[in-house]
């Protein structure tokens, strides 16, 4: 079976202080976001340092993806789409 992309992106490099609701608002610059989460340890409750944003439309997820240089609370975030199986 195929992997097929979505209008979902997987954000990397994100600061352990950035919650779910703020990467939600850093993304709606880019048009309608659906949901947003910032992925936590199970047994620290620490953030991983990544998440997902998902895109109400196309147009907004490839806006959003063509940042080269999104800067957040020092770190520069990585921004690739995110893979289904």
């Known amino acids: 079976m195929a992997s097929r ?3 979902r992106l997987f954000v990397g490099g994100i600061p352990w202080t950035v919650s779910g609701r703020e990467l939600r608002q850093l993304f709606q610059q880019f048009g309608p976001v659906t949901s947003s989460s910032v992925i936590f340890d199970n047994q620290t409750g620490l953030s991983k340092g990544y998440g997902f944003v998902n895109f109400a439309d196309k147009e907004s997820f490839t806006r959003a993806l063509r940042q080269k240089t999104l800067f957040v609370e ?3 975030l ?5 893979v289904q199986n």
């Open 5 to 7: 992309i979505t209008q």
């Open 74 to 76: 020092g770190n520069f």
């Open 78 to 82: 990585n921004i690739q789409p995110a």
